[in-house]
């Protein structure tokens, strides 16, 4: 088992910047690959961003290619999504995953095993 603690959420402007982090505890963190969704009310949980084990690969949406990062620190046992130039649009229930396999089995929220209990980002205009 693995348990999943997200961070980082708040009210930030459009334009502004906020880093999500999720510290993960249970088994070997190193072992897993790790991903971002996000979900808003009424709507299905989507995907934002996945890193493999090692941090060598990466995965995004289209929607935030060149405005969000993924990175995770294996020492710590935390991924972390750097969000920068946010849109309104990206308000959100942000949750953290983690999948069994090392690099991501696929990018929908039925591969992934684990789950954070989500952290509220809001933009505003």
């Known amino acids: 088992q693995v348990q999943l603690v997200e961070s980082g959420g708040g009210l930030v402007q459009a334009g502004g910047s906020l880093r999500l982090s999720c510290a993960a505890s249970?088994?070997?963190?190193?072992?897993?690959?790790m991903g971002w969704f996000r979900q808003t009310p009424g709507r299905e949980r989507n995907f934002v961003a996945a890193i493999n084990w090692s941090g060598g690969s990466t995965y995004y949406a289209d929607s935030v290619k060149g405005r969000f990062t993924i990175s995770r620190d294996n020492a710590k046992n935390t991924v972390y999504l750097q969000m920068n130039s946010l849109k309104q649009e990206d308000s959100a229930v942000y949750y953290c995953?983690?999948?069994?396999?090392?690099?991501?089995?696929?990018?929908?929220?039925?591969?992934?095993?684990?789950w954070g209990q989500g952290t509220q980002v809001t933009v505003s205009t």
């Open positions: 995953a983690a999948d069994k396999n090392s690099v991501p089995a696929g990018l929908g929220d039925d591969e992934f095993d684990f």
């Open positions: 249970g088994r070997p963190f190193s072992s897993y690959a």
